[in-house]
């Protein structure tokens, strides 16, 4: 039997992974971070003395990677040599970095590889940039989610703030601008919206008021 595959894509800060997380909730099934698949990545570059600026240096690193995803009491871990990095991947910096490494074929080919085969084995719901046109193109339910970029920077900085990060509002909205530049002009599977995904702008929208709008055009 086929499993369940919802695929969310949208920019950075328009809420997907919330929403992504909320539907997995209410449907009963498991939801896969992609982002923090990449966020991984850069984490492990960064202690490992990786320059993310060096191809080589890159795919040296995602060749001999040990990262798994696993799910403990429904929630995903990223395991990194064993260890459960989740709690040490939310930082601007590793944010900047996630989305330089994401440009490289190498990366974005092993981590789709390992998307597919949860998908494979799991009724789940995957939140990124590239799912439905990429990662699981022959998936039946996409959406692309999206919101007014300063909408979007005002979320990531209000989120940042309660996380006692200080960081004033221009500086957020130039990285949400220049990620996504960077998303969306990448070589390898940019940041679109699939030809079947459906289209949800969230920027006058609370999550609940998302999510209801999702869930009625599932069940449609």
Do not use: W
Not at 5 to 11: E, T
Not at 37 to 51: D, E, K
Not at 180 to 186: A, E, I, P, V, Y
């Amino acid at each position: 039997m086929s499993k369940i595959n919802i695929a969310i894509d949208g920019p950075s800060g328009a809420g997907k992974s919330t929403l992504a997380k909320a539907i997995a909730k209410r449907l009963n099934i498991y939801y896969l971070d992609t982002g923090s698949m990449y966020r991984a990545v850069a984490y492990a570059a960064i202690n490992s003395g990786t320059g993310i600026g060096d191809a080589k240096q890159v795919e040296k690193l995602i060749a001999e990677i040990d990262l798994r995803t696993v799910y403990e009491a429904g929630k995903q871990r990223l395991l990194l040599e064993g260890k459960n990095i989740m709690p040490y991947i939310r930082t601007p910096e590793i944010s900047r970095a996630a989305s330089d490494v994401s440009a490289y074929p190498c990366v974005r080919l092993k981590l789709v590889s390992m998307q597919r085969e949860v998908a494979e084995n799991y009724d789940v719901v995957l939140d990124g940039r590239d799912i439905g046109t990429y990662v699981l193109p022959n998936s039946k339910h996409k959406f692309f989610i999206t919101a007014d970029v300063e909408e979007r920077a005002k979320r990531r900085y209000l989120e940042l703030k309660n996380k006692g990060v200080d960081k004033c509002y221009i500086e957020v909205l130039d990285e949400m601008k220049t990620r996504d530049k960077n998303d969306s002009t990448r070589s390898l599977a940019p940041l679109a919206q699939a030809d079947d995904a459906q289209f949800i702008d969230t920027t006058q929208m609370s999550i609940k008021e998302a999510l209801d709008v999702i869930i009625t055009k599932l069940k449609e």
